[in-house]
C-alpha cells in the first residue's frame, strides 16, 4: 500500500488538495502549500539542479504603507511569502509531507537554522534523486511525422498538434450555453489531416489509426487531469456525469477522475440515445433563421437514422442544432442519481467536442432537475 509521500510525489502528479492530508491542515496551510507549488514550478522549470536557494527580503510597500515578506527568486523576481507560517508548518513533523519539496533555512551567514531570518537563504530541494516532481519528464507537445506522433518531453514546437507545457496554459477556461467550461489542452489548426487523425488514435489506442504507447498515453492523461484536479478539486463535486460511450479515452478520464476522491458519484450510462420517434426538430429556431432549410433537415434525419438509430456524426455541422430530445435518462428508477443531481454540484465530462450538440442536450436534460451547479470538463479542445 502507498503511503502518503509515495503518493505526493509519484512521477508526473501535481499536488491536489484532496492530499493534503486533514480538512484543518487544507484550510489553514492550502493556500501557502499552493504558493509554494507555483514557486518551485516556477523555478525549476528550466534548470536541472537539485537545490535551488533564493534570498528572504522583506519589501516596503507604498500603497499599504506596510512591510511585506517574502523572497527574490534566482531571476530577480520578488514573491510575497508568509516565511513565519511557512516556519511554522515546518515545525510541525507529520503535516510537512505536504509541501512539494524540502526546505531548509540559513542565515545571513549560510549557516543552517530553524527560524528564518531576513537576508538569510531558503532553500528548495527536490526530495528524490530520481525524477519525480511535475517539472520534471514535462510532456510538452505533440508532433506528427512519417513515423507516428512524437511526444516530446523537453519543448513546444512550432509544429505541434497539441502545445502541453504549463507555460502554453493548459486548462483554459470559457463558457458554453451559460456554463463554465473547461479544456484540458487545444489541438492547434494547421493540417487537419493530422490533427484528426491524432484524435482517432487517441480515442482508443488500441485500435489506433497511428501507434500511440500507453506510456504516452498515460502521461498524457496524468498530466491534464492532475492539472485540473488540483486546480479544481474532484472532491468539491457531488456526481461525476459523461454521456454513454464507446470511447475509451472517454472512460479513462471518468476513472481517473473519480480516482481522485472515492466518495464522488460516478454516472457513465445513465444518459442514453433516445428512439427515433422521441427526436424533435427545434422549428422554433428553425423560425428565427432565414433559411428554408425544412426539406433538408428531413434528409439529415434521414441520413442519420439509416441504421436504425439516431448517429449525430451523420448529421452535417450546419444542422447539428435543430435537433434535440435526442438524448435521454435510462430510466427513472436511478433515485440517487436524480437525488445527487437536484440541489448538487455536476461536473459533465466529454473527451471532445466537435459541434457541440451532445454536450447542450445533456446540459437540457441535466438542467431540468435544476442542480445547484454546472461545470463541464473537455480533455481536449478539438477544431470545429
Request: proline letters at 3%.
Amino acid at each position: 500500500m502507498k503511503t502518503f509521500e509515495d503518493t505526493l510525489f509519484e512521477p508526473n502528479k501535481i499536488l491536489r488538495f484532496s492530499e493534503l492530508g486533514k480538512r484543518e491542515i487544507r484550510d489553514k496551510y492550502g493556500d501557502l502549500i499552493k504558493q509554494i507549488q507555483e514557486i518551485v514550478l516556477h523555478i525549476f522549470d528550466k534548470s536541472d539542479e537539485k537545490t535551488i536557494s533564493c534570498k528572504i527580503v522583506s519589501v516596503y510597500n507604498d500603497e499599504d504603507d506596510k512591510w511585506v515578506d517574502g523572497i527574490h527568486l534566482p531571476d530577480g523576481e520578488f514573491s510575497k511569502l508568509d516565511i513565519d507560517k511557512l516556519s511554522e508548518l515546518l515545525k510541525q513533523k507529520k503535516n510537512r509531507s505536504s509541501l512539494p519539496c524540502i526546505i531548509k533555512f540559513t542565515d545571513d551567514k549560510g549557516v543552517k537554522t530553524k527560524n528564518p531570518v531576513i537576508n538569510g537563504q531558503i532553500k528548495f530541494i527536490q526530495k528524490d534523486k530520481e525524477p519525480s516532481m511535475p517539472w520534471e519528464n514535462k510532456l510538452e507537445g505533440v508532433t506528427f511525422n512519417d513515423d507516428g506522433f512524437i511526444f516530446n518531453f523537453k519543448t513546444d514546437s512550432d509544429d505541434d498538434i497539441i502545445h502541453l507545457s504549463y507555460k502554453s496554459g493548459l486548462l483554459k477556461k470559457s463558457t458554453f450555453n451559460k456554463r463554465k467550461i473547461m479544456y484540458g489542452c487545444k489541438i492547434i489548426k494547421k493540417n487537419n489531416k493530422d490533427e484528426f487523425t491524432f484524435l482517432r488514435s487517441l480515442k482508443d489506442i488500441s485500435k489506433a489509426e497511428v501507434y500511440i504507447s500507453p506510456e504516452d498515453y498515460e502521461m498524457l492523461l496524468n498530466k491534464i487531469i492532475n492539472k485540473f484536479n488540483y486546480e479544481h478539486p474532484v472532491n468539491e463535486y457531488d456526481i461525476i456525469i459523461s454521456p454513454a460511450s464507446k470511447s475509451r479515452l472517454l472512460m479513462d478520464i471518468v476513472k481517473k477522475l473519480k480516482s481522485k476522491d472515492r466518495n464522488v458519484l460516478l454516472s457513465n450510462d445513465s444518459i442514453i440515445k433516445n428512439t427515433l420517434d422521441g427526436i424533435k426538430i427545434d422549428y422554433d429556431k428553425l423560425k428565427s433563421t432565414k433559411w428554408n432549410i425544412s426539406d433538408e433537415l428531413d434528409k439529415q434525419f434521414k441520413r442519420a437514422t439509416e441504421n436504425g438509430y439516431f448517429k449525430m456524426q451523420k448529421v452535417f455541422p450546419r444542422f447539428r442544432k435543430f435537433f434535440t430530445n435526442f438524448l435521454v435518462f435510462k430510466n427513472e428508477n436511478q433515485r440517487r442519481i436524480y437525488n445527487t443531481i437536484r440541489n448538487g454540484r455536476v461536473l459533465i465530462v466529454e473527451d471532445y467536442i466537435t459541434s457541440g450538440s451532445t454536450l447542450r442536450e445533456t446540459l437540457r436534460l441535466i438542467e431540468e432537475l435544476c442542480p445547484r451547479e454546472i461545470e463541464i470538463f473537455v480533455f481536449i479542445k478539438n477544431i470545429v
